[in-house]
């Protein structure tokens, strides 16, 4: 586990960060700026900001002080120097790629990324003649070997959706320099509360804000950053012109949900280790994945580099999609549906969320059976929850 003291400063940058500039009239809180350009009376000062000579704002698309407020907030949780925000997290991924590759370039990564990145490393990338390869999420022999024989950028996610498979960041991220390559690093299930790539040397940090960071459900947004300022410029300059821009209310219930991202991770990280335990003991369930088992494959490296284990988990129910089929509709504290991180208990079967976009035998080779369930730890009371848990695996038949 890394220091204690960390956590508590996390606490208090979740509450005060970002807001302070902010804010207008003696408010307390940042206002929801709706307006969609910004007028200037002096021509001289309007060139300046439109220059970037001073500051100041000049069209929606471009910057918007909630906006803002929202990137600072992210930006100092990670620790980073400069962050950029977009409309979605896919919005995010995709600009940032986007910015980077151009025809030629070669890309490796794991083949258990989110499933919408997949796509793009399957479908969109290959078509513009970028080189893409994935390895064996894990397999950290293999993926250096990979990223050894030239690329440019290397693509990870830790932990990984739906199975939270585990890649050490620090050691993936030294070969990659060593080849020149650039490291992005996608932190959605982590969140900066539990570990904060940056540290272990990576260029860019990727969220998808519409999880854990907004946390109620409510809203959809992007954002990355880093420590190195002109590539989150040119990223910020690609979306400025390519117009995934962060909605302005939407910006505000991420800022308004981020203020309680501490607490709800360290309620969401107890809860999840408990519903592990519970259910890695259970007769109607064949697996369980969480890297807070000792009996997961890379829990020494997720004790390393994250603070705590996070509030994701899976299971596999016996009796495949059957069994999904009994167990699921019969939960009460969970919403059966596609996100995660909300406060509310969120669940559903990997191949109707994250790997819709895969065939069965995509998912088969991705090692997620048709029966896994997704399981997005809400903060409800965990005795309630596992009470739930007891009583719909009960419709789960046994074996023979
Ligand atoms: C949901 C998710 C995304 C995509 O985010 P959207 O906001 O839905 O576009 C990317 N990466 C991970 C790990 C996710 O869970």
Same mark, same amino acid.
């Given at each position: 586990? +890394? ?8 606490? #208090? ?18 206002? $929801?700026?709706?307006? $969609?350009? /910004?007028?200037?009376? !002096? ?26 407020? /929202? ?49 793009? /490393?399957?479908?969109?990338? &290959? +078509?513009?003649?970028? !080189?893409?390869?994935? %390895? ?14 030239? %690329? ?5 996610? #830790? ?13 993936? $991220? ?25 540290e272990y040397g990576a260029d860019l940090v990727i969220h998808s804000a519409t999880k854990f960071l907004g946390g ?8 990355? %950053? ?20 962060? !909605? ?15 607490? +709800? ?29 000792? #009996? ?30 009994? /167990? ?20 559903? &079967? ?8 895969? #065939?069965?035998?995509? +998912? ?37």
């Amino acid at each position: 586990m +890394r220091r204690n003291e960390k956590r508590t400063q996390m606490g #208090t940058r979740s509450v005060w960060s970002g807001e302070k500039e902010y804010l207008v009239h003696g408010a307390t809180q940042v206002p $929801v700026v709706h307006s $969609v350009s /910004f007028g200037y009376n !002096d021509i001289d000062e309007w060139f300046e900001v439109a220059t970037g000579k001073r500051e100041g704002h000049i069209y929606g698309r471009n910057t918007n002080p909630t906006v803002q407020a /929202f990137e600072d907030k992210v930006k100092d949780l990670e620790g980073a120097k400069a962050a950029t925000s977009f409309s979605t997290g896919m919005a995010a991924i995709s600009n940032s790629l986007a910015t980077i590759l151009v025809p030629g370039d070669r890309i490796v990564s794991i083949k258990d990324t989110y499933g919408g990145t997949n796509k793009i /490393f399957s479908e969109f990338l &290959p +078509r513009q003649n970028i !080189d893409v390869t994935l %390895c064996e999420t894990g397999n950290h022999e293999a993926l250096e070997a990979e990223v050894k024989k030239g %690329c440019d950028i290397l693509y990870l996610e #830790t932990p990984t959706n739906p199975t939270v498979k585990i890649t050490d960041l620090k050691r993936m $991220v030294k070969v990659a320099h060593e080849a020149g390559a650039l490291v992005f690093v996608d932190n959605t299930f982590a969140t900066p509360i539990l570990q904060n790539p940056l540290e272990y040397g990576a260029d860019l940090v990727i969220h998808s804000a519409t999880k854990f960071l907004g946390g109620h459900a409510d809203a959809l947004g992007g954002v990355v %950053c880093s420590n190195d300022e002109e590539l989150v410029e040119k990223i910020y300059h690609y979306r400025e012109i390519n117009g995934a821009s962060l !909605d302005p209310m939407a910006a505000y219930l991420l800022l308004r949900g981020m203020k309680t991202l501490q607490l +709800r991770i360290k309620q969401q990280c107890e809860t999840a280790g408990k519903i592990a335990r519970f259910l890695q003991n259970h007769d109607k369930v064949d697996a369980v994945y969480y890297p807070g088992l000792e #009996t997961h494959p890379n829990h020494k490296i997720a004790k390393e580099q994250m603070s705590d284990f996070g509030g994701m988990l899976s299971f596999a129910v016996k009796g495949e999609l059957d069994g999904v089929r009994e /167990f699921l509709p019969r939960l009460k504290y969970a919403n059966k549906a596609a996100n995660l991180g909300a406060v509310e208990t969120t669940v559903g &079967p990997a191949r109707t969320t994250s790997h819709i976009e895969n #065939t069965p035998e995509e +998912r088969a080779a991705l090692g997620i059976p048709e029966g896994l369930v997704r399981y997005s730890a809400g903060i409800e009371d965990v005795d309630d929850l596992i009470a739930d848990l007891e009583q719909a695996l009960s419709y789960v038949k046994s074996d023979e």
